[in-house]
């Protein structure tokens, strides 16, 4: 059923768990994630990033396939349809698609800026239905050709974003888009609690979630972390289930070339790989 992301969270903060956002980019994707949230009994929330919802022909055609895919798997958890790095037109416009809850990236600009397209957005979101999602503190990397330099976020201008009413806070701790280069830090603990304590205890996001070791992500969890991304690890496994298929030579053998036979085991690493977050992330069962 879809739904906003607002209650999903609230409860994942207060129990303690993550609810895992995987980026979806084709309806093979769409169906892999929401059969293992239905297996594992976990809430989802479905991120589609601007490029995404271009390649699949907009964001009125992602919510149209979400909506009626939900409804033909019988899916029984709670779905979020949610716009991933919006821009401040994009988010208008998963707004107006029919999406259920909207992210706006305004951590390139100033924070007054910011604070001024944010406050904005949150009253035409909330006025929809929609929760919203903001950042402060740009995520490091390269993700759907949304750059980051990796700042860790002020405390205080978390602050002032979420007094502004957003449902969910994504601010920079060291995290990055992509893979991690060996040399990585790991994650700002001390930064995340002086965030989650300048925010009123606001659910917070951990982008850039594949790559992470499991035991920073546990432990971002129990600072205030209530979402986590996860998009690239996706890919990957995909890709190489894909690729082995290939290399097997089972696309010539009958009539394993037929896409809905090519693309079968992409799609079950990529259910796999899901249901695995879920139970790592504490949240199978909180449906």
């Given at each position: 059923?879809?739904?906003?992301a607002?209650?999903?969270?609230?409860?994942?903060?207060?129990?303690?768990?993550?609810v895992?956002?995987?980026?979806?980019?084709?309806?093979?994707w769409t169906?892999?994630?929401?059969?293992?949230?239905e297996?594992?009994?976990?809430?989802?929330?479905?991120?589609?990033?601007?490029?995404?919802?271009?390649?699949?022909?907009g964001?009125?055609?992602?919510a149209?396939?979400?909506k009626a895919m939900?409804e033909?798997l019988?899916i029984?958890?709670?779905?979020?349809?949610?716009?991933?790095?919006?821009t401040?037109?994009?988010?208008?416009a998963?707004?107006?698609?029919?999406f259920?809850?909207?992210m706006f990236d305004g951590?390139?600009?100033?924070?007054?800026?910011?604070?001024a397209?944010?406050?904005e957005?949150?009253?035409?979101?909330?006025?929809?239905?929609l929760?919203i999602e903001?950042?402060?503190g740009?995520?490091?990397?390269?993700?759907?050709?949304?750059?980051?330099?990796?700042?860790?976020?002020?405390?205080?201008e978390?602050?002032k974003i979420?007094?502004?009413?957003?449902?969910?806070?994504a601010?920079?701790?060291?995290?990055?888009?992509?893979?991690y280069?060996a040399?990585?830090?790991g994650?700002?603990?001390?930064?995340?609690?002086?965030?989650?304590?300048a925010?009123?205890n606001?659910?917070?996001?951990l982008?850039?979630?594949t790559?992470?070791?499991d035991?920073?992500?546990?432990?971002?969890?129990?600072?205030?972390?209530?979402?986590?991304?996860?998009n690239?690890?996706?890919q990957?496994?995909?890709?190489?289930a894909?690729?082995?298929?290939?290399?097997?030579?089972?696309d010539?053998q009958?009539?394993?070339?037929?896409?809905?036979k090519l693309?079968?085991?992409?799609?079950?690493?990529i259910?796999?790989l899901c249901?695995?977050?879920?139970?790592?992330?504490?949240?199978d069962?909180?449906?």
């Amino acid at each position: 059923m879809l739904v906003n992301a607002t209650r999903m969270l609230l409860k994942a903060r207060d129990g303690h768990y993550g609810v895992p956002q995987f980026n979806i980019n084709d309806l093979e994707w769409t169906k892999s994630v929401l059969l293992a949230c239905e297996e594992m009994k976990s809430p989802v929330i479905l991120g589609v990033s601007e490029g995404a919802g271009k390649y699949m022909t907009g964001f009125k055609t992602v919510a149209a396939m979400v909506k009626a895919m939900d409804e033909s798997l019988g899916i029984t958890v709670p779905v979020a349809l949610h716009l991933d790095h919006g821009t401040y037109e994009g988010a208008k416009a998963c707004i107006a698609a029919g999406f259920t809850s909207i992210m706006f990236d305004g951590s390139h600009y100033g924070i007054d800026e910011n604070v001024a397209k944010t406050k904005e957005l949150v009253e035409m979101a909330h006025d929809h239905g929609l929760s919203i999602e903001a950042e402060v503190g740009s995520i490091g990397g390269v993700e759907d050709g949304v750059v980051g330099a990796g700042e860790i976020a002020d405390p205080a201008e978390c602050a002032k974003i979420t007094a502004l009413g957003v449902d969910f806070l994504a601010a920079g701790i060291g995290n990055i888009h992509g893979i991690y280069p060996a040399n990585w830090k790991g994650l700002d603990f001390d930064a995340l609690d002086r965030i989650h304590q300048a925010t009123n205890n606001i659910p917070l996001v951990l982008h850039g979630g594949t790559g992470i070791p499991d035991e920073m992500v546990k432990k971002a969890i129990t600072l205030g972390v209530a979402k986590v991304n996860i998009n690239t690890e996706c890919q990957l496994v995909f890709a190489e289930a894909t690729r082995k298929y290939i290399e097997a030579g089972k696309d010539q053998q009958g009539k394993g070339y037929d896409p809905r036979k090519l693309l079968a085991p992409g799609a079950e690493a990529i259910q796999k790989l899901c249901c695995e977050k879920i139970k790592m992330f504490g949240c199978d069962g909180k449906a």
